[in-house]
């Protein structure tokens, strides 16, 4: 596919996205820029202001986000939050619903830019210049993504066979991706999103979200994204700015926290934060799509809402001190 092409290609894309209903509104998607330097189409950066947390949201056509709304939603409602959380009875309740639009808020702000992501490495999929699995001709696209993506760890381009090629490493890798658990999946054809591991090109704890590239129904390559866990933490941080004695944390089915406020204990178990006591209280909420918790971390008693997304197969949690 030419530059022209590859321009067509996003265009058309974008034309038919307009329309399209996704479960939390329109893909965020990061910048892909054509080599010959035409910005994508039908892409819009939305500044909020007032009442609404500080956030950019990239919008298809005319769709907003809806996690531009809960986060709205959430703003007046959280800065009352402290007071709230340490009233007495009648006020505890009130402060599990303001907690629960900050959950709806950060599980949609996670999941969004994830898919977002994916949703950029499928389209790249689909140029000659990746269906050529030829790293050469592959690479100026992916460094264009690579360079827009402001939570990136690299941006790889595996082969059948587990060797890739990586940004990062501006070539073939000396690692090979094969072991990977996510990899059978990946050449069977189908996307891989929410997997975590240790980056092998980087050694950063990343969160993996890859597609195939497939020509005449056979896999020829592969396109994915290392995302680090620690700018995906500060993401939501920045974005979602929640009282001083409330955080979020995620966790996947292992419960291998994947995001945290406090960033040194991603990529902890609970019981490697606390004591024993915590594993038998997540292993519970963890075979649940929703619900409410509390435990004592630390001499603090500590009280979290919490609910599992579908499209990632974590869990999601907003916590706070309680009484």
Known sequence: MTDCEFCATLTAHHQLGKNRVYPHGAKSLPHVECSCGNPRP?????????????????????TVSRVMVFIALASPML????????????????????????????????????????????????????KSANWE??????????KDL???????????????YSTNAEGLTEQNLG???????????????????????????????ATPVVVDGKVVAAIGVSLRLRLLSQLVEKNTQLPANMYFYSMNSDALISSHR?????????????????????????????GQLGYNLHGKNISAIFQKSKALG???????QSE
């Open 42 to 62: 039908n892409a819009m950066t939305t500044d909020t202001t007032k009442r609404t947390i500080p956030i950019k949201i990239a919008t298809s056509g005319n």
């Open 79 to 130: 800065a009352t939050l402290p007071a709230r959380a340490q009233a007495p009875t009648a006020s505890t309740k009130m402060a599990t619903v303001d907690a629960q639009v900050a959950l709806n808020a950060y599980q949609g702000l996670v999941e969004e830019h994830l898919s977002g992501v994916l949703h950029s490495i499928k389209l790249a999929a689909e140029s000659s210049e990746a």
């Open 137 to 146: 001709r592959t690479r100026p696209m992916l460094d264009r993504l690579d």
């Open 150 to 164: 402001e939570t990136d760890a690299s941006v790889w381009y595996a082969m059948p066979d587990g060797k890739y």
């Open 179 to 209: 072991d990977r658990s996510y990899f059978p999946q990946l050449m069977a054809g189908k996307d891989v999103e929410g997997d975590l591991v240790v980056s092998k090109s980087t050694g950063h704890r990343s969160v993996i979200v």
């Open 262 to 290: 406090n960033i040194d204990r991603m990529f902890k178990h609970p019981t490697d934060i606390g004591d024993e006591s915590l594993g038998p209280i997540f292993t519970s909420a963890l075979a649940k799509e929703k």
């Open 314 to 320: 974590w869990h999601f949690f907003i916590a706070w």
